[in-house]
């Protein structure tokens, strides 16, 4: 987002090859701190980003503290474009070992909009999302957006405000409006919701992200066709629930689509209760780590796993609440929500469920522009397993082991793996289903799936 200029110290320039000091051993100091390009920016945010800058005492900590200043600036999503330029004081009032920082920066325009596709989690189908973005409104980083998302099941708004504070865990806080209206052919039944949200986001180490939020949302549930089955009606009608969430994750991939190293986790924790009538405890992880061996050989494990637990004798987790798998996206060789209990070819979804994969990425036997292609396209070799079910859990860790691997779904299969512009990875797969279990619905041979988190 931006680059550091610098022009030699004065102590430097004299000195010989043989003569160059570390730059912790080189006395300077800021005497000036400029700032080009700002319009709306609060002068009390620049004072505080800089306010270390001032207290450097040599030439490391000059380049490491204007660095840390522009990531707290970075932080507030204001600006396209922060330079930094370092060069040595001049004039009267100049000392020996001064500097003059100049940050050249850039703000954002006061209103942009655009179009993007998505994908929805666990959708393998894209959305075309329209959004409009008033940044850095209040010259603090405030921002207000709208949102509009249109796809074949899916219809949505989010109207949203966002506030950064400038802090060493860069929180923020967000409040939301939203509604959708979404068509789960796969349950025959459609749901429509409207709601309010209140968030904040906060980092408790580098790279290790929290969300904490409370959600007030009306939902209604309809059939799709009268041929709904009876077990999937039962559930239908208006429903309160007001939740809160913790959801966790923490990134260390070189790349979100096809990584070559690194891991990534994810946890989601819900708690259904805090009025409404809806009750449930939910708790959903995902666990990946890839690593290069062999050249370009990328070896690849991922699992995830969920769990969701009504309170109440006298409630139960309704269909919207509870876990789907199978499909291109997770267990590969099974259709859509193909796994797990069914009626009459309609998914009924479940209260437990856990799959794992074990993944091989190479690049193609035939590449006329080897780096080109390996960066965005590559083989793709898999081996699938996972359980779900309603699963009757005891305090004996034995028995509840051999419940969750009793009944395994496996499944196999090559194919090609593409990266489209970073937005979303295509998956083609001859897909192999190796075992199942009644009710479950085969989808094997070549299987297309299209999204952004894949099992």
């Known amino acids: 987002m931006g680059v550091v200029h610098a022009k030699e110290p004065p102590q430097m320039r004299k000195l010989g090859q043989e003569e160059w000091k570390p730059l912790d051993e080189v006395p300077a100091r800021v005497d000036k701190v400029r700032f080009e390009g700002i319009d709306k920016t609060k002068n009390d945010v620049l004072k505080y980003v ?22 707290q600036l970075e932080s507030l999503e204001a600006f396209d474009r922060i330079d930094i330029i370092l060069d040595t004081s001049h004039g009267k009032d100049a000392s020996p070992d001064g500097f003059e920082v100049t940050f050249d920066l850039k703000e954002k325009r006061s209103f942009r909009g655009g179009g993007d596709v998505v994908f929805e989690t666990g959708s393998n189908e894209p959305n075309l999302m329209f959004k409009i973005l008033s940044p850095n409104m209040l010259g603090r980083g405030e921002s207000l957006s709208a949102q509009f998302n249109y796809g074949k099941k899916n219809l949505g708004f989010n109207i949203e405000n966002t506030k950064p504070f400038l802090h060493w865990a860069k929180p923020k806080l967000k409040q939301s409006v939203f509604g959708s209206t979404y068509d789960n052919i796969w349950s025959a039944y459609q749901e429509k919701i409207k709601g309010i949200g209140f968030e904040c986001l906060f980092e408790s180490y580098p790279q290790v992200v929290h969300t904490l939020r409370w ?12 041929s709904t089955p009876f077990l999937i009606r039962e559930d239908t009608g208006h429903s309160v629930k007001s939740s809160l969430k913790h959801i966790l994750s923490f990134d260390q991939r070189d790349d979100a689509l096809l990584p070559s190293r690194g891991s990534y986790f994810h946890l989601f ?8 009538s809806v009750n449930f405890v939910k708790n959903e992880i995902h666990y990946q780590v890839n690593k290069c061996i062999l050249g370009d050989l990328v070896l690849q ?23 789907f798998l199978g499909g291109p996206l997770s267990v590969r060789g099974f259709a859509q929500n193909g796994v797990g209990p069914q009626t009459q070819d309609f998914s009924l979804g479940a209260e437990a469920y856990w799959a794992a994969g074990l993944h091989a990425y190479t690049p193609l036997p035939f590449r006329p522009l080897p780096e080109f292609f390996n960066k965005f396209c590559r083989s793709h070799f898999f081996l699938n397993t996972g359980n779900i079910g309603n699963f009757a859990f005891t305090d004996d ?39 199942s279990q009644h009710g479950d619905r085969l989808n094997g041979g070549l299987q297309f799936g299209i999204g952004f988190n894949f099992l």
């Open 50 to 71: 800089i306010g270390d800058l001032l207290h450097a005492k040599n030439m490391e900590e000059v380049v490491l503290k204007a660095h840390g200043a522009r990531q």
């Open 215 to 226: 959600e007030g949302v009306w939902r209604d549930l309809k059939c799709l066709s009268p």
């Open 269 to 276: 924790q819900e708690y259904a209760g805090l009025g409404g």
């Open 301 to 323: 494990l991922s699992f995830m796993a969920g769990l969701v637990k009504s309170i109440g004798a006298d409630s139960s987790v309704k269909i919207n609440d509870r876990f």
């Open 397 to 435: 860790y034995h028995h509840n082991t051999m419940v969750l691997l009793s009944g395994l779904r496996w499944s196999c299969g090559m194919g090609l793996a593409v990266s489209l512009a970073g937005i979303a990875k295509l998956e083609i797969n001859y897909t192999v289903p190796l075992s």
